[in-house]
T-cell receptor, first 118, second 115 residues
C-alpha cells in the first residue's frame, strides 16, 4: 500500500522569504500523480500544484514550485516570496494511476502547518 | 459555476442519533468522493461513488456508515448511531469522470461534533 509522509509538523517563514516543505512517499508503482493541497483556517482544500510522475520537469505555479525526485520518492514544495496569505496547513497527496476501483483515491500525508511572520 | 457544495457546515449530534451529510458536486461532475479528517490528521478516503453506484468503499467503516449518490439529488453520507469517535470534518470531492490527472474539487467540509 502507498504511504505519504510529511516529517515537518510545523514550519515558520518570514514574509518575503522562501520556505521548503518536505514530502516523501512509498509506492511500487511507476506511474502516479502527486499533489500539494493548501488548507487555510476556512477548511477549504485548495489545490496548489500537481506533478505527473512520468514528467521529469518539475511543476511550477507562480511562486510555488516542486522538487520531484522520483528515485528518492521525494516531492518537496518550495514557496518563494512568502506572503501572509500563505499561512495554512499544507498536505502532500498521492494518487495511483491504477484504473481499478481505487482510482481517485487520494492518499494524504498528515500535513505541515506553515506560519508566516510579518 | 458553483463549486462543490456541502451542507450543513456544522452539525451537532448526540450519541446514538443519526447524521446526514449532503454533497452536491460541481455541475457536470458525476463522480463523488468522501473523505474524513480527524483533528491534526490528513484526509482519509472513505468511499467513491458514481451516479447510483458505489465504486470503492474500502475506506468506509463496515457498520453504521453508508453512502449513496442517487440519479437525482445530492450525494448523502449517513452515519447511524453516532459515537464520539465520529467527530471529525467530512469532505466531499467531485470530478467529471475518471480522474486521470484532473484534480479533485473539494467542498468546504461538514464538521460533525458528537456530544
Amino acid at each position: 500500500a502507498q504511504t505519504v509522509t510529511q516529517s515537518q509538523p510545523e514550519m515558520s517563514v518570514q514574509e518575503a522569504e522562501t520556505v521548503t516543505l518536505s514530502c516523501t512517499y512509498d509506492t511500487s508503482e511507476s506511474d502516479y500523480y502527486l499533489f500539494w493541497y493548501k488548507q487555510p483556517p476556512s477548511r477549504q482544500m485548495i489545490l496548489v500544484i500537481r506533478q505527473e510522475a512520468y514528467k521529469q520537469q518539475n511543476a511550477t505555479e507562480n511562486r510555488f514550485s516542486v522538487n520531484f525526485q522520483k528515485a528518492a520518492k521525494s516531492f518537496s514544495l518550495k514557496i518563494s516570496d512568502s506572503q501572509l496569505g500563505d499561512a495554512a496547513m499544507y498536505f502532500c497527496a498521492y494518487r495511483s494511476l491504477n484504473y481499478g476501483g481505487s482510482q481517485g483515491n487520494l492518499i494524504f500525508g498528515k500535513g505541515t502547518k506553515l506560519s508566516v511572520k510579518p | 459555476n458553483a463549486g462543490v457544495m456541502q451542507n450543513p457546515r456544522h452539525l451537532v449530534r448526540r450519541r446514538g442519533q443519526e447524521a446526514r451529510l449532503r454533497c452536491s458536486p460541481m455541475k457536470g461532475h458525476s463522480h463523488v468522493y468522501w473523505y474524513r479528517q480527524l483533528p491534526e490528521e490528513g484526509l482519509k478516503f472513505m468511499v467513491y461513488l458514481q451516479k447510483e453506484n458505489i465504486i470503492d468503499e474500502s475506506g468506509m467503516p463496515k457498520e453504521r456508515f453508508s453512502a449513496e449518490f442517487p440519479k437525482e439529488g445530492p450525494s448523502i453520507l449517513r452515519i447511524q448511531q453516532v459515537v464520539r469517535g465520529d467527530s471529525a470534518a467530512y469532505f466531499c470531492a467531485s470530478s467529471p469522470g475518471v480522474p486521470g490527472n484532473s484534480p479533485l474539487h473539494f467542498g468546504n467540509g461538514t464538521r460533525l461534533t458528537v456530544t
